[in-house]
């Protein structure tokens, strides 16, 4: 099953698998193919999801809750331009090596979440089923970003979204849960 069904630019040069040369070719490349995570030939979105979810547990720990908030704007704006520049590279736009744009997303889905939560492992564990949901699903209007802005802010943006409807069913599932246990 693939996770993305996007097609090349006219003018670009046919898509190919990355390799490490290519993913150590360029920091920006190191970055858009997520540390690696990306180079996996079997689900690379679910891969960056999970090295997001990994890191997040890190940096977690080693940075204050304004500090990650600020790393994830950054991540953001940095993922822009560094899936611009790779998809270029790799002749479209929205690789299926290119998984930057499920962590820094999910990065904000977990830094919500243990706002609220705190470093709880199953809600987590929920939060990222969800996120691959609405991900792989595309729901409206991330489906508009993934088929009409061909470029590195509308493949982090349909990302963004999934993030959303993550942050939005999380919510409704804690308020059932929270009533279910206080009534």
Known sequence: MTERHTTPKPDAAPAHQPTLRFLLGHPLHLIALGFGSGLSPFAPGTFGTLFAWATFRALDLALPA?????????????????????????????????????????????????????????????????????????????????????????VMMDDVIAALYTVMTLAVLLVLVYLGTHH
């Open 66 to 154: 304004n500090g990650f908030l600020l790393l994830i704007l950054l991540g953001f704006v940095l993922g822009i331009v560094a899936i611009e520049k790779t998809g270029n590279a790799l002749g479209e736009i929205d690789h299926g090596s290119i998984v930057w744009d499920e962590i820094v997303p999910f990065w904000a889905v977990l830094w919500m979440l243990s706002q609220v939560m705190g470093d709880n492992l199953l809600w987590q564990g929920i939060a990222f089923a969800l996120f691959r949901f609405y991900d792989i699903k595309k729901p409206w209007p991330a489906s508009y970003y993934d088929r009409k802005v061909k470029n590195g802010y509308g």
